[in-house]
């Protein structure tokens, strides 16, 4: 019902092949999109592991320094698309695959626009929250719609002793409205070696 008109359609198969271009090691060696008798495909390199919404859970979340490494990674990732611009990305833990063993993972969070295209603004917004879902998520392995408190609260409950500036991002994700991205990756601590 609401994919995007066909000028629209083809600009994301061409943003895709753009994307490609970057070579943004976070994201699969090979993405492209295209259309045929009506139905939209994209097609992409298969990711090793499987995606983190089947690994991390409440009772197994992501260390420290293996999610500050993943979410700088996709910090990187989100800055190195700015020039492209952001369209229809989605950073919700099924769209990113992990293995752990090889420490390695692919973001493959990429959907057809929605239509009317949201201003950058808006979707800079919408990424930012995004960021402070998947933070709160690695850390704890529960989705943010299964707190009732804000997320800043409950993750220093489930977490004492987090650096101060973990808890700043979280709050500047979930503000109202989100922070930049600038000034995420800013306040978001760097991975200790």
Do not use: M
């Amino acid at each position: 019902q609401n994919i995007p008109p066909a000028a629209q359609r083809s600009d994301f198969f061409r943003y895709l092949q753009s994307v490609q271009a970057l070579q943004i090691s976070l994201l699969p060696r090979q993405i492209e999109g295209f259309e045929e008798e009506g139905v939209c495909y994209q097609v992409l390199a298969t990711p090793v592991g499987s995606p983190l919404s089947q690994q991390i859970h409440p009772d197994r979340p992501l260390p420290l320094a293996q999610a500050l490494t993943l979410l700088n990674a996709l910090t990187d990732s989100l800055q190195a698309l700015r020039s492209l611009g952001w369209l229809a990305l989605c950073l919700e833990p099924d769209q990113i695959w992990w293995a752990p063993d090889r420490f390695e993972a692919t973001w493959i969070g990429f959907d057809l626009p929605s239509h009317p295209l949201p201003s950058r603004e808006e979707t800079e917004a919408v990424l930012v929250r995004q960021l402070g879902h998947l933070l709160y998520f690695l850390l704890t392995g529960c989705h943010v719609s299964h707190t009732r408190a804000p997320l800043d609260v409950d993750l220093c409950h489930r977490h004492p002793g987090l650096p101060d500036s973990l808890v700043r991002a979280l709050q500047l994700a979930t503000d109202s409205p989100p922070a930049t991205l600038t000034e995420w990756s800013t306040v978001l601590p760097k991975p200790q070696p």
